[in-house]
Nanobody, 127 residues
């Protein structure tokens, strides 16, 4: 059974940093592409960052490019999102997602591409 569990959220001041983690279980990391999304109560789920099956290709939303970094540690079965220079607009619930096979060739920024989701972790940035 595929399971994803996010952690590392919390509160930060503008300009600060947080490092989110997503612990995965129930599947072989080498078969899955993964991503981070975020959502506020007022908006639809928004794509943040993507990493491919091999961990060699990363893609980012324009709104966070240059500030956030996605990475994966296969030995620790963990996906990360390092968030630097946080801004109040980054306040949201952050979700990790996983997909397999042909789903990894679909548009990564669309939520419907992703087959499995974590429960989310809240990030709050104050000015």
């Amino acid at each position: 059974q595929v399971q994803l569990e996010e952690s590392g959220g919390g509160s930060a001041q503008a300009g600060g940093s947080l490092n989110l983690s997503c612990l995965r279980s129930g599947f072989t990391a080498s078969r899955a592409c993964m991503a981070w999304f975020r959502q506020t109560p007022e908006n639809e789920r928004e794509a943040v960052a993507f990493i491919d099956v091999l961990g060699t290709t990363e893609q980012y939303a324009d709104s966070i490019k240059g500030r956030f970094t996605i990475s994966r540690d296969r030995a620790k079965n963990t996906l990360y999102l390092l968030m630097n220079n946080l801004q109040p607009d980054d306040t949201a619930t952050y979700f990790c997602a996983a997909a397999f096979g042909g789903h990894c060739t679909l548009p990564w920024s669309e939520a419907k591409t992703w087959q499995f989701w974590g429960q989310g972790t809240q990030v709050t940035v104050s000015s």
